[in-house]
């Protein structure tokens, strides 16, 4: 089970933690990822970790502004984003599976919401 939380309003330029944890004592063993859905629109990737955090990847769309982290000892995953965009407006989502980073994911979220004020 995997719970996000951290979301908010906030205003163009400023930064927000998103977090999910999860529970279970596999989570290390895991990948996880960031994904999106704006309204009107179609779930996109954000960010990738792999599970020893050696790897990363991100969308080009956040690249410099929003970084992807875990905690296995607290079977958390993170996503640092900074200088927030109007076009960052979405439902933010946590996915753990053992491929990605695009796809292959066995478990979600419910989401959190970013709304980024312009």
């Known amino acids: 089970q995997l719970v996000e939380s951290g979301g908010g309003l906030v205003q163009a330029g400023g930064s927000l933690r998103l977090s999910c944890a999860a529970s279970?004592?596999?989570?290390?063993?895991?990948?996880m990822a960031w994904f999106r859905q704006a309204p009107g629109k179609e779930r996109e990737f954000v960010a990738f970790i792999n599970w020893n955090a050696e790897y990363t990847l991100y969308a080009d769309s956040v690249k410099g502004r929003f970084t992807i982290s875990r905690d296995n000892a607290k079977n958390t995953v993170y996503l640092q984003m900074n200088s927030l965009k109007h076009e960052d407006t979405a439902v933010y989502y946590c996915a753990a599976g053992s491929t990605g980073p695009f796809k292959g994911y066995d478990a979600w979220g419910q989401g959190t919401q970013v709304t980024v004020s312009s």
């Open positions: 279970g004592r596999t989570f290390s063993t895991y990948n």
